[in-house]
């Protein structure tokens, strides 16, 4: 039978207060978002389904679709670049609210509110997660929807069977965002005997069903990925070694993991959740074990497979992080309220105001408004290219180019962000020495972005353009190609 039904209303206030928390702190670091193509990507191939794309590959070869799924409801929404990230961030602060509902299901009766808080607490002023965030890559929207799976998790052992398929469809979901989130299928494999128990065959048999109907498009796409021409294995390996660091020893790591997971990102919740564990091991809340498998499996699996692929970085931790604030909560509330009560007047004490680690460089505001001057450039069709003289890094095209997209209306951005090779061009120069400037040809027209770097520079051709850069140095350059993908089927 369900554990007794929660009063709703205290409830649905707790997890709307956790939300807005969560939200709060996240949406102060959204000026220093990472707005480079690693970032950008799911939100281009979600703009190329939605001007009629097709069934596009994802925009990492290691990613799956989820990651341009969970953006594809988020592109319409933005007008600008600084909105898509707003977006963006409030739904990451849903981690907070599903740990809590996940910890209120399955802490003990009477502590039920004071776990939730806590769950939800340490989830929302996590500094890892909200670098997460920032730096877009270092594992999308996977907790996110490891926190959904374990609340899945928590309404299997509860007795509600429809979690199960839930939290399944949750894991590959995760996956999909980040392929080391497959490490919670060992703590799903640890968890799987307990909560399924005196679950219904027809259950089972609709989670196996969901889970490998989900896997399809993952697999379609490791097909396509092995028909590179090298042979299945090795196109694969190639993919799989793309981040490896294969001279550094797994020691090495594992001491680098746990520098700047639990020192540098904040040591605090780590007592908190040793002790919540221990608890829940030596004294489970009826019917949670399970959850103990679920935690500590997921840790062990994101763990096996960082260090199997010779690629385990320190961000990599952050994906258990759902499991654990949720098994600790629960291991708390066996002795009440108090334990608890210090564990969220530390989070209260030491997460709010550590900083959020800075991205540095430029921002989306500033990137809008790059894409402001743009659109307000010399008329007609223009191409958006950048050249490095120095540095690697700076504003990259895509962004410019999804930010202009994402502000203008629609007749103007078919009329202007082309990719036609005879359209205009507008350099993004990244540190061009003064006698290029000085040597800029009479057709060519300077741009004020709103930046000291780079420097705009508008060209009537790309043939203008590349004669210009051939003629001072022919730095390294980035073209439309990437942004060609995205709207090419939107070309009338």
Request: a neutral charge.
């Amino acid at each position: 039978m369900p554990d007794e039904r929660p009063p709703l209303l205290p409830l649905i206030l707790l997890l709307g207060g956790l939300w807005i928390l969560a939200a709060g702190a996240r949406l102060d670091a959204v000026a220093d978002a990472t707005v480079g193509s690693d970032a950008l990507g799911q939100y281009a191939v979600a703009l190329q389904v939605l001007e009629g794309g097709g069934w596009p590959h994802p925009p990492n070869p290691e990613g799956g679709h989820s990651l341009w799924l969970m953006a594809l409801p988020l592109v319409p929404l933005a007008g600008s670049l600084e909105e898509l990230f707003r977006l963006r961030f409030i739904v990451a602060g849903l981690v907070a609210p599903l740990g809590a509902l996940a910890a209120w299901l399955l802490a003990a009766p009477r502590a039920r509110g004071a776990a939730a808080v806590a769950a939800g607490a340490v989830l929302a002023f996590d500094v890892g997660l909200v670098d997460t965030l920032v730096s877009s890559f270092r594992g999308y929207g996977a907790p996110e929807l490891l926190a959904l799976a374990t609340v899945g998790l928590a309404l299997a052992v509860t007795g509600r069977p429809w979690g199960l398929p839930l939290a399944g469809a949750a894991v590959v979901g995760a996956t999909g965002q980040h392929p080391f989130a497959a490490g919670a299928a060992l703590g799903a494999l640890a968890a799987l005997p307990g909560a399924a128990q005196g679950v219904d065959r027809r259950w089972r048999w609709a989670t196996a069903a969901t889970v490998a109907v989900l896997c399809l498009p993952r697999l379609a796409h490791l097909a396509w990925l092995a028909d590179c021409g090298d042979g299945a294995w090795a196109c694969l390996g190639r993919v799989a070694s793309g981040s490896a660091e294969p001279d550094t020893p797994r020691l090495e790591m594992l001491r680098r993991l746990f520098n700047d997971r639990v020192l540098v990102e904040g040591w605090w919740p780590w007592p908190l959740l040793a002790v919540g564990l221990a608890m829940l091991s030596a004294r489970p809340v009826a019917g949670r074990r399970p959850l103990l498998g679920w935690a500590l499996g997921t840790v062990a699996g994101v763990l096996a497979i960082g260090l199997s692929a010779s690629s385990l970085r320190p961000y990599h931790a952050r994906l258990a992080m759902p499991a654990l604030a949720v098994a600790a909560a629960a291991g708390l509330s066996r002795s009440g309220r108090l334990p608890l009560a210090l564990a969220v007047a530390a989070v209260a004490q030491w997460a709010p105001g550590r900083a959020t680690p800075a991205a540095g460089g430029i921002g989306p505001r500033d990137v809008d408004r790059v894409a402001r001057s743009v659109l307000a450039g010399p008329p007609g069709p223009v191409q958006i290219e950048a050249a490095w003289w120095g540095r690697p890094v700076g504003l990259d095209p895509l962004a410019v180019s999804l930010s202009a997209w994402l502000q203008a209306d629609r007749a103007t951005r078919r009329a202007r962000l082309a990719t036609d090779p005879a359209a205009s061009v507008v350099l993004l120069a990244h540190d061009p020495p003064e006698s290029a400037l000085a040597g800029l040809p009479s057709e060519a027209t300077r741009l004020d972005l709103g930046l000291a770097q780079p420097v705009g520079l508008w060209f009537p051709s790309t043939e203008s353009a590349a004669r210009w850069r051939a003629a001072h140095g022919s730095p390294a350059i980035t073209d439309a190609g990437e942004w060609a993908g995205v709207v090419g089927a939107a070309e009338p």
